[in-house]
Structures are given as C-alpha cells and as structure tokens.
T-cell receptor, first 111, second 113 residues
Framework: KQEVTQIPAALSVPEGENLVLNCSFT??????LQWFRQDPGKGLTSLLL?????REQTSGRLNASLDKSSGRSTLYIAASQPGDSATYLC??????????FGTGTRLKVLA | DTGVSQNPRHKITKRGQNVTFRCDPI?????LYWYRQTLGQGPEFLTY????????KSRLLSDRFSAERPKGSFSTLEIQRTEQGDSAMYLC???????????FGSGTRLTVV
C-alpha cells in the first residue's frame, strides 16, 4: 500500500531564502510524481510532473527531483517570495490510475 | 478550454438534506476523479471514471454517496442525508491518462450545519 510523507509539515522563512520541501513514498514502483500548490480554500494547481525516467524537472524558480530507488522527491524553491506562501502537496500513483497525496507542507514566506 | 470547472464553489446545507455537486472536466480528458479534503489533510480518493464507467469506489464512499458520469462528459457527486462529518472540500480532477498527471478544479466547499 502506497504511503506518502511530507516533511516539514510547516515552514516559515524570510523572503529571499532558498528552501527544500521533502516528499517520501513507500512503493518505488511509480511511473511519475506530481507536485501541487494549494492556496487557502482553493483547488490544487499543478507545479511540476516528473516522469519515472527523469531525475529533475524545472519551472522558473522551482526545481523538483525524483529518486525512485530511495523513495524520495524534493521540491527546491529558489529566492522565495511572499507570493510563494501556500501549501505544497506531492502525489504519487497507487496502482495504475489513481494518486495518493501527502498531507502537505504549509509554507509562509515573510516579507 | 478553461480547465476543470466545479459548481457550486460553496454550499451550506442543513444536516439531513441532499446535495449535488457538478464537475466539468477538460473536454478531451476521458478520466475523471473525485477527491475529498478535510482541513489540514491531503486529498483522499473517492471514485474514478473512465469515460462513463465508474471503475473504482473508495470505502470512504458510503451508501449515502453516489457519483455519475453520463455519456462520459460532466460528472455529478450526490450526498444524501448529509452529516456534519461530510463537511469538506470536494475536488474533481481529470486527465488523459497516467503519463499526463492530474488537472484539478477549484473545488466545492461543503459546510453541513
């Protein structure tokens, strides 16, 4: 049974810091992994989708890495801004067609 | 195409009433998912459609819950005899298939009073 853990649960940093969010999963037989952002009371916005054949994906100040063998993914946010404040969720496949989510990391970037 | 659309955005209902939510997926996406999210938790899988066929239902989906996707287009999620424990964000997602990841809608926030 796939289980997903995200550490830390919450993070508060001053503006401009580089930061790393962690996601670990128990079943390494995954075909991809997706990172999402969620603002309070809103739906999920896809940030990055990493296929199992890839090790990294980049979008602007965001970089996600995937190490299937160790069951880990990291989301790196460079030069954080107050607008980055949100909850970040990772999702991994369980079986062939559905995703299992972690509980998220709640990020606050202070101006 | 404007993405996945969910209506209503918010619903407040009295305990015992029935509610229905609607999800319009991205038009070419044949796979549609419903998730439920409570405060401080990640989304939990409820059910999955491929075209009009409902292929899996979570044990979270009690007999009071029913979902449909007629003609493989929009989907509805109905909750009968609502309970306070049903208060949550109900999220809909769609995809073309496994390699493409999910696209989520904005969700429907249900409050049962």
């Amino acid at each position: 049974k796939q289980e997903v853990t995200q550490i830390p649960a919450a993070l508060s940093v001053p503006e401009g810091e580089n930061l790393v969010l962690n996601c670990s999963f128990t079943d390494s037989a995954i075909y991809n992994l997706q990172w999402f952002r969620q603002d309070p009371g809103k739906g999920l916005t896809s940030l990055l989708l990493i296929q199992s054949s890839q090790r990294e994906q980049t979008s602007g100040r965001l970089n996600a890495s995937l190490d299937k063998s160790s069951g880990r993914s990291t989301l790196y946010i460079a030069a954080s801004q107050p607008g980055d404040s949100a909850t970040y969720l990772c999702a991994v496949p369980s079986g062939t067609y559905k995703y299992i989510f972690g509980t998220g990391t709640r990020l606050k970037v202070l101006a | 195409d404007t993405g996945v659309s969910q209506n209503p955005r918010h619903k407040i209902t009295k305990r015992g009433q029935n509610v229905t939510f609607r999800c319009d997926p991205i038009s070419e996406h044949n796979r549609l998912y419903w998730y439920r999210q409570t405060l401080g938790q990640g989304p939990e899988f409820l059910t999955y459609f491929q075209n009009e066929a409902q292929l899996e239902k979570s044990r979270l989906l009690s007999d009071r819950f029913s979902a449909e996707r007629p003609k493989g287009s929009f989907s509805t999620l109905e909750i009968q005899r609502t309970e306070q424990g049903d208060s949550a964000m109900y999220l809909c997602a769609s995809t073309l298939g496994a390699p493409y990841g999910y696209t989520f809608g904005s969700g429907t926030r249900l409050t049962v009073v």
